[in-house]
């Protein structure tokens, strides 16, 4: 009975593909995000969608493109992999009010 | 602009002991939400608590407990009787009513010491 879930849990890849990430919760919630948690433990949001619409869309590359097809699901597509762009990344749901409820990451490693 | 501040980088605490983590924030607001939040090795990121600004009683949970003192901006975190489960980095996190968007300090890594 996850909350969040988003898989795969690891990703490892060569510079200039594309991958995607994707995510489910099952809470409920109306609002997911992404955030991007880098090599120091800094958490920065990238994106967030509400009730499938687009309403946080942070300083990202367009190299990184969400989509949301229902409000229950929340996938990142990353086009032409950078070494930068090795971190964790970690979906999250939420209600209005309420805290973030996060999946358990994706970490994703560029070679 | 919103900030979020854990000024202590890594804190130690010996089993059974108790251990304090501070974090200040800059806000505007007088209505907010609060939050901590623990990233073991796992690399979960479990809440921990949650406060409400408006509530001037300090939340708990069990072991867990804050210190909030609006006027001064600060949202401190006691870990009591220390485990050696409490080892993880510890993240604070403020959110406006109204926006999407959490907040996330840098972070405090604590080490619990058998």
């Known amino acids: 009975d996850t909350a969040v879930s988003q898989t795969p849990k690891y990703l490892v890849t060569q510079m200039g593909n594309d991958k995607s990430i994707k995510c489910e919760q099952n809470l409920g919630h109306d609002t997911m995000y992404w955030y991007k948690q880098d090599s120091k433990k800094f958490l920065k949001i990238m994106f967030s969608y509400n009730n499938k619409e687009l309403i946080i869309n942070e300083t990202v590359p367009n190299r990184f493109s969400p989509k949301s097809p229902d409000k229950a699901h929340l996938n990142l597509h990353i086009n032409s992999l950078e070494l930068g762009d090795s971190a964790v990344y970690f979906c999250a749901s939420s209600q209005v009010g309420e805290a973030l409820h996060f999946g358990n990451g994706t970490r994703l490693t560029v070679t | 602009a919103q900030t979020v501040t854990q000024s202590q980088p890594e804190m130690s605490v010996q089993e059974a002991e108790t251990v304090t983590l501070s974090c200040t924030y800059d806000t505007s607001e007088s209505d907010y939400y609060l939050f901590w939040y623990k990233q073991p090795p796992s690399r979960q990121m479990i809440l921990v608590i949650r406060?409400?600004?408006?509530?001037?009683q300090n939340a708990t949970e069990n072991r867990f407990s804050v210190n909030f003192q609006k006027a001064a901006k600060s949202f401190s975190l006691k870990i009591s009787d220390s485990q050696l489960g409490d080892a993880a980095m510890y993240f604070c996190?403020?959110?406006?009513?109204?926006?999407?968007?959490?907040?996330f300090g840098t972070g405090t890594r604590l080490k619990v010491l058998a």
């Open positions: 406060q409400e600004a408006y509530k001037q």
């Open positions: 996190a403020y959110r406006r009513p109204g926006t999407y968007k959490y907040i």
